[in-house]
């Protein structure tokens, strides 16, 4: 059964830095590509980052792009959204999610996510 935890949200001020962690179990973590995604309330989902298998390769979202930064660990199947200068509009639960298929390129889709952690950003 697949398994996805995220945790490390929580209230931080407008400019401050959060680490999430994503721990993956009921699969074979090193073959799939993951996802950060997000969503604020009253809103849609919203595609945040992803990250290769290897963790070679990341991408972002123009909205957090050069203020978040997509990790994994491989040898501890946990995957990692490092969020520094974190404003208001950032408020949102975030959730790892799992691209569909071992060692292929997932444009923004998952079959799997997590139960969200949240995050608040205060002004």
């Known amino acids: 059964e697949v398994q996805l935890v995220e945790s490390g949200g929580g209230l931080v001020q407008s400019g401050g830095s959060l680490r999430l962690s994503c721990a993956a179990s009921?699969?074979?973590?090193?073959?799939?590509?993951m996802n950060w995604v997000r969503q604020a309330p009253g809103k849609g989902p919203e595609w945040v980052s992803r990250?290769?298998?290897?963790?070679?390769?990341?991408i972002y979202s123009d909205s957090v792009k050069g203020r978040f930064t997509i990790s994994r660990d491989n040898a501890k199947n946990t995957l990692y959204l490092q969020m520094n200068s974190l404003q208001p509009e950032d408020t949102a639960v975030y959730y790892c999610a799992k691209c569909p298929y071992p060692y292929t390129y997932c444009s923004g889709n998952y079959d799997y996510r997590g139960q969200g952690t949240q995050v608040t950003v205060s002004s």
């Open positions: 990250i290769n298998s290897g963790g070679g390769s990341t």
């Open positions: 009921g699969f074979t973590f090193s073959q799939y590509g």
